[in-house]
């Protein structure tokens, strides 16, 4: 007979995990607040915002076209119709997955589904009627929210989150991007783009703190032309709504305090996991003290019946973590010997440049005490980077010195979130320079760089003479 | 069976990468058919066949670097040809020995049958990704066994490993519808056990299987140390550590491809004592299936103590005439197994020496008649029966086993003579029990009771069990002196051969004397040489000077 799995959250994760048990052969009820799955990542996050990224891409290109004689003129920007092609693109891929999921048989049950036992679960649906649905198997994949500051959290349409701001409910004249992290400078970058003049604060002393500096100072002399003002380690300690916009307090690192006004504010300090209202406490699910379910490395949780995948388990927050995690949950319920255990889980920013990242960083190699060489090659020293006008970007190596094995891998510049699949790969082969060398690679492509610098280490890339230190 | 193997390449070339294998297991090839693409540093060339037949398996795989004279698949059924000028002379040695092919002809799916409520099947489970089907190298349980859940019930030889499959029923076994060597697919019912658990002890699976004949292929002596397991040492295993808001980062993760940790984690290998052999220390396929192997054999041998395991291939003798192979029998097997780890544990000393029984004789052919009224036949063996258990008495390291592991030496206190005997069905040991209490002809009776016994088949277990030492008497079928093997547990055993009259320099001549030669293998670990020549000249005084004995024994 087979199992009864139930999904909570319709997710990347939980739509994953949902699609898998079907196929397994699993009688499969995926439970969401939306009409169709899709989760945060294709309602609220990742799809929506690329698509505005694109569009902000096309503006800056046309842009820097004039350079190169082509003169577009002013961009005439008509909000509604773009708001449309964001929507547009949301609703065919959310459609997508519920036909996906109807033709897997999948009972999709929308509502808000909570806990009243290890073994069962009751949804409350839009009617207010409520459904108490029996499993064998529950995975819990409600993600996270995004995290506020009560102090700073006023009640004005002004004050954005990545929700609203992705609604594009007006184009700003002037915005303040609250936390100098991948959701405050894609957002910013959008807006920027569209015409607003964008600002931002961030508390640590550079943006994106867990990116290495070589990669992100790129982005950062970029975003420093195209933004208004990058504020970095000071905070927003006051904020009050007026008449036509926000007055915001700001303290910088000398404790200086300097008022400024804002046609609106973007708050995007980071995302807390979503376990409010699942009744937990019906279970014998445990939860950390910041509030993240604890999960072994099956993904199962303290109760025997309860699995959790993606955000709900902890950093990093990103979709393609919870997808993976989604298949091997539901694999280590098929009672197959499997663990989560990725050697990389690649990170990127879709900023311009974008920015992006596999396995180790330079400062966890620093951090650990780790052993590393690095290979680093500029795109300057790419053919096909000099035809994009685009010589800001970096492909870096890190390496075991020892068995030169590759470690990790960054890259920044345009296209860095599809260069750094190779990296990924890689790493996970357990690939070492030599492979990445020897490997053909397109030309001309950017893809070339990460061969380039892997002949760098060597000391015999064909476009950068560098004699071989060893 | 004949190999194929890479033949002369031209000159100064040893190697060659192989391009593409043009052939696969299972394959019918005939005599000069293309089978590989091999690429030097010359040339790309096609190599034909100088076989003909069913391909057994093809050892190794496209992009693998093959040396000169590697051997390359086997084929049965071949007609062997004369070696032409292209077929290898000398070579290196293939780094792993050619296999003896598992049976994989006959397929014998059990099917599922109508089962009784109280029933419950075993199906053989998922064994990972793409595997369907596996042979059965060895049944860890019997009928009328007991399974607990996790308990390993079978041995498997999958395509990527040999694996020990742990059970997920609990209950007594009334049923095992598979044997050793065949091959089942996956969800396959293996065995069905009944719920109502009986406490019964569970035979070991070694005493209930008549001798396999299926043989584990052989990883060479090279191979294996590469791959020494070092699985009870609890290695530090790689953490998952968050720096931050970052992903999680892997210290010290072995460098294998996901697909390979995911096998690895399935057959209960833990990846980061594999050593890798790819570059930069890349753990392939093959080491984690080697190193599964090599596991694999390393408990067997912990488990069994079987040392005989690393067996060398046998060659094919059809090759040099008619042969005909007969199931070992179980005595045959357990002798063999026995007596091979007796050798290989023990360290082995042969004292010799000779009895003079002209005396001996002399009474016992005075005596026969009144023996023969009491319905026995007074022999020599009988009379070192009783001399040997007063031996014991003065020497008791005699009367001892070793305990290496608590490193103890256990001494008896009973007195129980083991006498080795030649049956029509192989050789077996009944033991006189407490023999310093009987007399010469109760032990006569007792021996020839047993002995009957023995071989019409009727011994127990019991009569077999409990000896302190062993007489092995080939005297009557003659020779000078042998070298025996010491029945482990105990320690000492005493062999006779033939009495021969001898010339005897005795007060100043030479006289003829009947001299029994006499030889006893002790175990060095707990005699002393010395002790060992102490004791056998008490035995040859006992015999020499029976008053003496009286008095003193």
């Given at each position: 007979m087979s199992q009864n799995i139930v999904v909570i959250g319709g997710g990347p994760g939980g739509y994953a995990a949902a699609f898998y048990a079907a196929d397994l052969g699993m009688n499969v009820t995926l439970v969401d607040?939306?009409?169709?799955?899709?989760?945060v990542c294709l309602y609220r996050g990742c799809i929506p915002s690329k698509a505005l990224l694109h569009v902000a891409k096309l503006i800056n290109e046309a842009k820097d076209a004039k350079e190169w004689g082509v003169d577009f003129g002013e961009p005439q920007i008509d909000i509604d119709k773009l708001r449309g092609f964001k929507n547009k693109v949301v609703n065919k891929l959310t459609g997508g997955l519920g036909i996906l999921s109807k033709q897997r048989k999948i009972n999709f049950v929308q509502g808000r589904a909570k806990f009243i036992s290890s073994d069962m679960i009751e949804v409350s649906k839009s009617d207010s009627s409520t459904e108490q649905i029996r499993f064998d198997k529950a995975i819990i994949a409600t993600g996270s929210v995004i995290a506020t500051i009560p102090a700073l959290q006023?009640?004005?349409?002004?004050?954005?989150?990545s929700t609203t701001a992705l609604d594009l409910p007006a184009i700003p004249k002037s915005l303040l991007v609250v936390g100098g992290g991948y959701i405050g400078l894609e957002l910013g970058s959008v807006y920027a783009a569209l015409g607003t003049k964008v600002s931002v604060v961030e508390?640590?002393?550079?943006?994106?703190?867990?990116?290495?500096q070589d990669l992100v100072s790129h982005l950062q002399k970029r975003i420093s032309a195209s933004f208004d003002k990058i504020m970095l380690q000071s905070k927003v300690v006051e904020m009050k709504e007026v008449a036509d916009g926000l007055t915001v307090k700001i303290e910088n690192k000398d404790k200086q305090i300097e008022e400024q006004h804002y046609d609106y504010v973007l708050m995007s300090i980071g995302r807390k996991p979503?376990?409010?209202?699942?009744?937990?406490?019906?279970?014998r699910v445990q939860v950390n003290e910041r509030g993240w379910v604890i999960a072994d490395n099956t993904l199962k949780?303290?109760?025997?019946n309860i699995y959790a995948i993606g955000d709900i388990v902890g950093e990093p927050m990103l979709a393609h973590k919870a997808s993976h995690e989604g298949r091997v949950a539901v694999d280590a319920i098929s009672?197959?010997?499997?663990?989560?255990?990725?050697?990389a889980i690649p990170a990127v920013v879709f900023t311009d440049p974008e920015i992006a990242w596999a396995g180790i960083t330079e400062n966890q190699a620093n951090a650990k005490g780790i052993k590393f060489e690095l290979a680093k090659f500029p795109w300057a020293a790419s053919g096909r980077a000099t035809t994009l006008d685009r010589s800001d970007g970096l492909t870096k190596l890190i390496i075991d010195?020892?068995?030169?094995?590759?470690l990790g891998i960054g890259i920044c510049g345009p296209g860095a979130g599809e260069l750094i699949a190779e990296g990924v790969l890689a790493i996970e082969m357990g690939a070492t320079v030599k492979d990445l060398a020897l490997t053909i690679h397109p030309h001309?492509?950017?893809?070339?760089t990460l061969m380039e610098a892997a002949e760098l280490f060597y000391g015999h890339s064909s476009h950068i003479y560098k004699p071989a230190k060893h | 069976m004949k190999d194929f193997k890479i033949p002369e390449?031209?000159?100064?070339?040893s190697s060659a990468t192989v391009i593409k294998v043009l052939v696969k297991a299972g394959d019918t090839i005939e005599l000069d058919q293309p089978v590989l693409e091999l690429e030097t540093d010359k040339a790309t060339i096609e190599v034909p066949s100088d076989v003909s037949g069913k391909?057994?398996?093809?050892k190794i795989k496209d992009g693998d670097v093959v040396t000169i004279g590697q051997v390359i698949f086997s084929v049965e059924f071949?007609?062997?040809?004369?070696?032409?000028?292209v077929s290898a002379s000398a070579g290196t040695t293939p780094v792993i020995e050619p296999v003896a092919e598992l049976n994989a002809g006959s397929v014998d799916v059990p099917q599922k049958t109508a089962t009784v409520p109280t029933e419950q099947d075993f199906l053989l489970p998922?064994?990972?990704?793409?595997?369907?089907t596996a042979t059965i190298i060895k049944i860890l349980v019997a009928v009328g066994g007991t399974v607990e859940i996790d308990q390993s019930v079978l041995e498997l030889e999958t395509d990527k490993a040999t694996i020990e499959v742990p059970s997920t029923v609990t209950g007594?076994?009334?049923?095992?519808?598979?044997?050793?060597g065949d091959v089942i697919p996956v969800g396959a019912v293996v065995f069905k056990v009944s719920a109502?658990?009986?406490a019964q002890v569970q035979v070991s699976a070694a005493l209930q299987?008549?001798?396999?004949?299926v043989q584990t292929p052989i990883i060479t002596e090279e191979k294996v140390e590469t791959f020494?397991?070092?699985?009870n040492v609890p290695a530090e295993s790689p953490k998952v550590i968050?720096?931050?808001?970052?992903p999680p980062v892997l210290l010290?993760?072995?460098?294998?491809?996901p697909s390979v940790r995911r096998l690895a984690r399935e057959i209960g290998v833990?990846?980061?004592?594999v050593k890798g052999?790819?570059?930069?220390g890349r753990i392939l396929l093959d080491d984690v299936k080697a190193y599964s192997k090599a596991l694999h054999q390393q408990r067997n041998e912990m488990q069994h103590?079987?040392?005989?395991?690393h067996q060398e291939p046998l060659p094919d003798f059809t090759k040099f005439g008619e042969v005909e192979s007969q199931p070992m029998s179980n005595i045959r097997y357990k002798t063999a197994e026995h007596l091979s780890y007796a050798w290989h544990t023990i360290p082995h000393v042969t004292q010799f020496d000779k009895a003079d029984i002209t005396a001996l004789e002399e009474f016992r052919k005075n005596y026969a008649k009144t023996a023969e009224k009491q319905g026995v036949k007074l022999t020599v063996t009988a009379i070192l029966v009783k001399i040997i258990a007063s031996a014991l008495k003065k020497f008791p390291q005699f009367n001892a086993s070793v305990d290496m592991q608590t490193k103890e030496i256990i001494y008896k206190k009973y007195f129980n003579i083991g006498i080795a005997v030649d049956t029509e069905f192989g050789l077996i040991v009944p033991v006189i029990k407490?023999?310093?209490?009987?007399n010469v002809i109760d032990i006569s009776k007792e021996i020839n009771q047993l002995a009957e016994r023995a071989r019409t088949k009727k011994a127990s277990i019991a009569d077999m069990q409990g000896g302190c030492f062993t007489i092995t008497n080939l005297g009557g079928i003659g020779g000078t002196a042998f070298t025996p093997i010491i029945n482990?547990?105990?320690v000492a055993i005493l062999g006779i051969s033939k009495g021969n009259i001898e010339p005897v320099y005795i007060n100043g001549k030479f006289e003829p004397r009947t001299m029994l030669p006499l030889s006893l293998s002790y175990d060095h670990r707990v005699i002393d040489g010395a002790d060992g020549i102490r004791f056998l000249r008490w035995v040859i005084d006992a015999i020499e000077n029976p008053m003496k004995f009286i008095i003193e024994g």
């Open positions: 607040l939306e009409k169709n799955p899709g989760g006023i009640d004005s349409p002004r004050l954005l989150n508390f640590m002393d550079r943006l994106l703190p867990g990116a290495d979503q376990t409010a209202g699942l009744g937990l406490e019906n279970t949780t303290n109760d025997d009672g197959k010997k499997v663990v989560f255990e990725p050697l010195p020892e068995t030169e094995r590759i001309p492509t950017l893809s070339e | 390449l031209g000159e100064n070339i391909i057994i398996e093809i071949t007609e062997v040809i004369a070696q032409n000028a998922e064994l990972g990704e793409n595997i369907t007594r076994v009334t049923e095992v519808l598979v044997n050793e109502n658990v009986e299987t008549t001798a396999s004949v020494t397991p070092v699985n968050l720096v931050d808001n970052q010290n993760a072995a460098p294998a491809a833990d990846v980061n004592q052999s790819g570059p930069g103590i079987r040392v005989e395991q407490n023999a310093e209490k009987l482990a547990p105990e």
